[in-house]
């Protein structure tokens, strides 16, 4: 069964740095691209950043380039995004999502996780 | 950048069919897959349908996508509606420039 579970959310500061973690179970982790995708609260999905098999190829949202980054440990079935600068706008549940591909970073998901809570405040 | 436009709402009572359009703002809704994503209430996303008419294992035949290049839309269909069908429905796409753009969402009510 394919598992994906997120960690790492909680309250950050405006201006300072979180780390989310997603810890993937039930399949070959490092066959395929993966995915942060947010949703703000009561709102629409959005793309926020994916990252293919090998870390090859390597793609963010205009709303976040410069100050996120994602990466992946394919030895540890772990995927990250590291939020700097953190800003209001970016409070919202954020999912990791299991893509169907391996290289393209073009987003096809098949399996999202749980989510993890980031809220931005003072 | 593209938009997906999706309707807001749409109800249907039990056993009957609904169609949710996702309309592409510009360029060819055939250029690149679209994906189709429920959401219930309190609940993450699952994929209900990939690559415009694809379901994944588990997903009831009663789901189904397809493209019309001449609205240049996509379209998701469920017949034979039952309440737990009650949810978000968000279609998805990209393009060269966008990696993922999702549609605004539809609310499902099955009454």
């Known amino acids: 069964e394919v598992q994906l579970v997120e960690s790492g959310g909680g309250l950050g500061q405006p201006g300072r740095s979180l780390r989310l973690s997603c810890a993937a179970s039930g399949f070959t982790f490092g066959d395929y691209a993966m995915h942060w995708v947010r949703q703000a609260p009561g709102k629409g999905l959005e793309w926020v950043s994916g990252i293919s098999w090998n870390s090859g190829s390597i793609g963010y949202a205009d709303s976040v380039k410069g100050r996120f980054t994602i990466s992946r440990d394919n030895a540890k079935n772990s995927l990250y995004l590291q939020m700097n600068s953190l800003r209001a706008e970016d409070t919202a549940l954020y999912y990791c999502?299991?893509?169907?591909?391996?290289?393209?970073?073009?987003?096809?998901?098949?399996?999202w996780g749980q989510g993890t809570l980031v809220t931005v405040s003072s | 950048n593209f938009m997906l436009t999706q309707p807001h709402s749409v109800s249907e009572s039990p056993g009957k069919t609904v169609t949710i359009s996702c309309t592409h703002s510009?360029?060819?809704?055939?250029?690149?897959?679209v994906q189709w994503y429920q959401q219930r209430p309190g609940s993450s996303p699952t994929t209900v349908i990939y690559?415009?008419?694809?379901?994944p294992s588990g997903v009831p035949d009663r789901f189904s996508g397809s493209i019309d290049s001449s609205s240049n839309s996509a379209s998701l269909t469920i017949s034979g509606l039952k309440t737990e069908d009650e949810a978000d429905y968000y279609c998805?796409?990209?393009?060269?420039?966008?990696?993922?753009?999702f549609g605004g969402g539809t609310k499902l009510t099955v009454l």
């Open positions: 998805q796409s990209y393009d060269s420039s966008n990696h993922g753009v």
């Open positions: 690559e415009d008419k694809q379901r």
């Open positions: 999502a299991k893509d169907i591909k391996a290289s393209s970073i073009f987003l096809s998901a098949d399996y």
């Open positions: 510009s360029g060819s809704i055939a250029s690149n897959f």
